[in-house]
C-alpha cells in the first residue's frame, strides 16, 4: 500500500474514548455485546447510538491519515466497479472509486484492515489507495453499483 | 424403524416375532410329532390320510416360523445398518492419522466462512497433494504407506497452530482451515508445509520414496462464499477439477 501512514497500536473504541465520543461505561457496553454477537466495534457503537459514524470516519482519518470521502453525491465508472466482486465489496465492506494508471482507489469503512487490502491488490495487480468512508455510505454504493 | 411390507406381521417388534417363531418352528412342531407318534404311527393302523394331512400342517406352521425369523432378522440388519451410517455421520476423524475427516472439514470449512463474513475478516482453505503415492503403495505396500501419511499428518500438524483445522480428505490429499488469514498468508504457508514435507524424505536413497507435495489455495471472500466453492477452487489449483 502506497498511503503512509502514523503507526498507532491502539484499538478504535479507545480512540473514541479519548476523543471524549464515547465514555468508559458506552466503550464496554459495546465491547461486550461484540463478544456476544459478533460484528464490528465502529458499527455496533453507531448502532448503539454511542458514536456516529461520520465521527469514526474523522477519527480514523486524524489519528491513521486515510483521507476522508464522502461517497453521497459521488459516481464512479463502470469499469472501476467491474474490478472487484460484488461479494468481496461486501464483505470487506469496501467500494472502488478510481483508477489512475496501476493506482486503484477504494473507499473502506475500515482501512486497517491490511488483509483486505492485500486481498484487493492480489485480486486486481492494481497498488491500492484507501480512503475512508462511512458504513452507510458504502452500503448504499454497494448497493447502487452491484446488481448481483 | 424401517418397515418392510412383504407380510402381515411385518409390524410386530422383534422380540415377539422370535417369541411366536420359536413356538412356531420348534415347540408345535414339536407337540404335533409327539402327537403323531403316540396315536397313528405307533399303533400302525390305517389313517394315512388323516396323517399327510397333519404333516403338512406341520410343514406350514414351520414355514410361517422360518419366515418370520427372517422378517426379524432383517429387521435387525435393516437397524444394525442404519446405526452405523448414523455412527459414520457422527464420526469427525480420519482412523488412520487422526486428522478430521472430509465431511468435518467441510462443515467446519462452511462454519468459518460465516464467521469471517460476520467479522468482515478473509478464511482461507489449503490442499496438500502427495504426488507418486500410488506408485509407492504399489510398490512397498499399505503398511510403509500408513506410515508415510502419519508421519505428513505430524509434519502439518507441528506447522500450524492448534486452533487451526488439519483434515486427510483422501487419501494422499491434506486440507487446512486458516480461519482469520488471507490468500497471500496461506499461500505462504502452504509453500512452508511443502517444503518441510517434502525435506522429511528427501534423504531417501531410493527415488520412489522421495515425495513432492502440489499445493492448492483458496480464500473467502476471493474464491466464494461457500465452503463446495473454496474446496472446488482449491482443487483446481491443483489441477484436479
Known amino acids: ?148 | 424403524m424401517i418397515k418392510s411390507k412383504r407380510f402381515l406381521f411385518t409390524t410386530w417388534s422383534i422380540k415377539d416375532k422370535l417369541k411366536i417363531s420359536f413356538y412356531l418352528t420348534v415347540v408345535l412342531p414339536l407337540l404335533v410329532c409327539v402327537y403323531l407318534i403316540s396315536d397313528y404311527i405307533l399303533p400302525i393302523i390305517g389313517i394315512s390320510a388323516y396323517v399327510t394331512a397333519l404333516v403338512f400342517l406341520n410343514i406350514f406352521i414351520a414355514m410361517i416360523g422360518f419366515l418370520l425369523i427372517r422378517e426379524a432378522f432383517s429387521q435387525m440388519m435393516m437397524e444394525n445398518e442404519n446405526l452405523t451410517r448414523r455412527m459414520e455421520k457422527l464420526e469427525i476423524n480420519d482412523a488412520l492419522t487422526g486428522l478430521y475427516n472430509d465431511a468435518f472439514i467441510r462443515n467446519r470449512l462452511q462454519e468459518e466462512i460465516k464467521r469471517a463474513i460476520i467479522h468482515q475478516r478473509p478464511c482461507a482453505f489449503v490442499l496438500l497433494r502427495l504426488e507418486s503415492f500410488a506408485a509407492f503403495h504399489a510398490k512397498f505396500g499399505s503398511s510403509r504407506s500408513e506410515t508415510v501419511l502419519r508421519k505428513c499428518a505430524s509434519l502439518i500438524r507441528e506447522t500450524v497452530t492448534e486452533i487451526d483445522p488439519v483434515g486427510r480428505i483422501q487419501e494422499n490429499l491434506f486440507a487446512i482451515i486458516l480461519a482469520e488469514r488471507n490468500k497471500r498468508q496461506a499461500q505462504r504457508m502452504a509453500s512452508e508445509i511443502k517444503q518441510k514435507l517434502e525435506l522429511a524424505f528427501s534423504s531417501e536413497q531410493d527415488y520412489h520414496k522421495r515425495f513432492t507435495v502440489t499445493t492448492g489455495v483458496s480464500e473467502n471472500p476471493l474464491d466464494g462464499i461457500r465452503a463446495d466453492e473454496l474446496v472446488e477452487k482449491a482443487q483446481e489449483a491443483l489441477g484436479i477439477v
Open chain 1, 1 to 148: 500500500m502506497a498511503m503512509p501512514r502514523r503507526i498507532v497500536n491502539k484499538q478504535l473504541g479507545e480512540l473514541l474514548l479519548e476523543r471524549s465520543i464515547i465514555n468508559r461505561e458506552q466503550l464496554e457496553k459495546g465491547l461486550t455485546l461484540q463478544k456476544d454477537k459478533g460484528g464490528l466495534i465502529g458499527e455496533i457503537l453507531v448502532e448503539l447510538g454511542f458514536a456516529k459514524e461520520v465521527e469514526i470516519a474523522h477519527v480514523l482519518t486524524a489519528q491513521y491519515g486515510f483521507p476522508y470521502l464522502p461517497l453521497g453525491n459521488y459516481e464512479i465508472d463502470p469499469d472501476v466497479i467491474s474490478i472487484i466482486p460484488g461479494r468481496v465489496a461486501r464483505q470487506y465492506m469496501l467500494i472502488p472509486i478510481d483508477k489512475i494508471g496501476n493506482n486503484l482507489t477504494i473507499a473502506m469503512s475500515n482501512p486497517l484492515n491490511i488483509q483486505a487490502v492485500e486481498d484487493i491488490e492480489l485480486l486486481s495487480n492494481y497498488k491500492v489507495q484507501t480512503f475512508v468512508a462511512t458504513s452507510s455510505d458504502i452500503k448504499n454504493a454497494i448497493a447502487k453499483y452491484y446488481k448481483e
